[in-house]
DNA sequence: TTGTTGCTAACACAACTGTGCTAGATAAGC
DNA sequence: GCTTATCTAGCACAGTTGTGTTAGCAACAA
């Protein structure tokens, strides 16, 4: 007997590549199925709906990110942790990539789908609340630029990184990754520059 | 006979409200059809296909946004005309968030269709112009902080605007809307300082 | 051995999809 | 008047969709 978890897993996954490859549209319980070769029958019995399928496939990218945010090693200096744990969010190689294409899929349906509405409006409070972890990392170790309201450096922070996540997606090749991070870097510089920190 | 271009507008303009409503992947034909008061044998005297109405539909709404942006006042205060062009493509009454959400459904989609990578990318390069453009404009009025890379600044400003909008589109409400105008507003406090332009 | 339970497969159903095709309606030019 | 081009409507086709139902399979407990 399979680990009913591990199975759901699985699906998960199949589900990711199929939206990588060709779209959230095309990720119909029979594709998904043929994907992981399953049949829909076996497919039906750890998904009853669709739905649940998708739902479930898109909250297991988010804690995958945030374990690897988790894993970002947080001594010494406080503007390289946060552009490391920015780095685990961008799609910057295959599977990071895998990641914000299906996160994008999903948004994009989110505005129209009230199902898919609280499921994402989860993530987006739990991203607040990290963005928000972040600006306060580096105002505690004063890096951040004096005279900045916390609150909404975050909301900008945040806003900044969706969007070059969105260009980075939209925009593939290798300078693309190098315009990304050179903008995120960019903007940590702006706001926590580095002679702030060597007093 | 009633004008073609005009019939066009008017497939182009349902296929939105299906969007906004409904989502892309409701836009097909048939809904499309009903939507305009038309059989679908009329909207395929129109539209041969339905990629060809799609596109139609998102190049319209680009056109509109840029026509809308030409239409600003550029005299005065260069940051306050900036400002404006942005609040243009800020999803902040109806019809903007209609344009929004069209926007952001043929973005995801445009990740996986080739068909669509075409036209989504022939925007981008229009929208990456016209915020070099902004850029330039404060650089030339002397608004812009001294020492910031132009080039840079306006991949930083477009990166935020759309992370902007989608947050905007995300969460509906009041207090969002003044979230992104406060948010775009702190960015160019921040690039282009009150002072700086003072002098 | 016989049940029972977890799991897999396969098919049926009604609804929907994009596109092709044909025929009728309307208006413009002569 | 007639002809021609433009426009509209409707149906047919083959394909896909989500979900429901039914039956068969293996593994394990009594």
């Known amino acids: 007997m399979v680990d009913a978890h591990a199975r759901r897993t699985e699906l998960a996954e199949a589900v990711w590549r199929i939206v990588v490859r060709d779209g959230l549209e ?23 709906t669709q739905s649940e399928l998708l739902g479930f496939a ?22 390289a942790v946060v552009r490391s744990m920015i780095d685990e969010m961008l799609p910057l190689d295959r599977p990071r990539r895998g990641e914000c294409e299906v996160w994008l899929a999903f948004t994009a349906r989110a505005v129209v789908e009230p199902t898919m509405a609280g499921l994402r409006k989860e993530i987006d409070e739990r991203l607040t609340d990290a963005f928000a972890a972040m600006i306060r990392r580096l105002a505690d170790a004063g890096a951040l630029r004096p005279g900045l309201d916390q609150k909404v450096e975050a ?10 996540i969105l260009h980075a997606l939209l925009r593939p090749g290798r300078t693309s990754n190098a315009t990304a991070k050179a903008t995120v870097g960019a903007h940590l510089d702006q706001i926590a520059p580095a002679a702030a920190d060597e007093r």
Chains 1, 2 share one sequence.
Not at 26 to 48: D, K
Not at 58 to 79: H, K, N, S
Not at 155 to 164: I, K, N, P, S, T
């Open 26 to 48: 095309q990720a119909s319980v029979r594709n998904v199925a043929r994907e992981a070769g399953l049949s829909m029958g076996s497919l039906r019995h750890y998904f009853t």
């Open 58 to 79: 898109l909250r297991l990218v988010g804690e995958r990110i945030e374990e690897r945010i988790r894993a970002v090693d947080t001594t010494g200096d406080q503007r």
């Open 155 to 164: 909301e900008r922070l945040y806003a900044l990184v969706d969007g070059v």
